[in-house]
């Protein structure tokens, strides 16, 4: 089932862009099939951002019902929910938002690679979805798509994601100047990691595969980055009337 539903699905769309792309660049066809994938699951990662600021500006309220029925779990999560509910929260939503996105990963990679291109595996091809004549893996004639070890999309990996989580921790400093100092020393742990440990790792993830993988992080974080700052500018204007 997943291969049917997904990965097949993924893999024609693949092959399909390649066909189209001037002279069958692959990494055009990565950049166009990544930002489609993005376009389709906006609002889902648009709602976890609107959800993870939504609950910053309730933190306080948060703690207050916390801290007030702190012996009644019942009376706590009813009161907690209302609070949500009142305010357009939706909890579960980030959590959507990643499992989205293992799934997807997982297909792109096999789409991108199980096959081995620059083969085409014909068998797996719908009858509408033509083999391209030329499938190039040499992106802009500079690099080849499949080899690892580059230097230049790890580095930008690393960058784009350290801007990524930036903009994620300013969304966490919107919390009560009364926060509770376990909290407080939590919440420092996890910006440290969003910033320094996760950049990191995904460079170092980057350089380890082939530079396919590479671009699609790259896209996917440059789309990230505007989709953050889009949200926030809604919002900001959403208030102001």
Do not use: C
């Not at 648009?46 to 007030?68: K, L, P, W, Y």
């Amino acid at each position: 089932m997943f291969q049917t539903f997904l990965t097949q699905p993924f893999y024609n769309g693949f092959v399909y862009l390649i066909g189209i792309m001037p002279g069958g660049d692959v990494g055009f066809a990565i950049i166009v099939l990544t930002l489609l994938i993005r376009t389709i699951f906006y609002p889902a990662f648009a709602a976890s951002i609107r959800t993870q600021i939504g609950m910053q500006t309730v933190q306080g309220e948060v703690d207050r019902i916390n801290e007030q029925y702190k012996d009644d779990a019942n009376e706590r999560a009813r009161l907690t929910m209302e609070l949500f509910k009142a305010n357009n929260i939706r909890p579960f939503s980030s959590i959507l938002a990643l499992l989205v996105q293992i799934p997807v990963f997982i297909a792109l990679y096999w789409a991108f690679f199980r096959e081995g291109l620059p083969k085409i595996a014909t068998h797996l091809l719908y009858t509408f979805v033509p083999t391209p004549v030329v499938v190039n893996t040499e992106f802009l004639g500079m690099v080849n798509l499949l080899k690892p070890h580059n230097l230049l999309f790890a580095l930008l990996v690393a960058g784009l994601q350290y801007v990524v989580a930036k903009l994620s921790v300013s969304r966490m400093k919107n919390g009560t100047a009364k926060a509770d100092p376990a909290k407080e020393a939590a919440q420092r742990m996890q910006q440290q990691m969003l910033l320094y440990f996760l950049p990191s790792l995904m460079g170092f993830v980057t350089y380890s595969f082939p530079a396919a993988v590479g671009l699609y992080f790259i896209v996917g974080n440059i789309y990230s980055i505007g989709q953050e700052l889009l949200i926030k500018r809604q919002m900001q204007q959403k208030a102001a009337r």
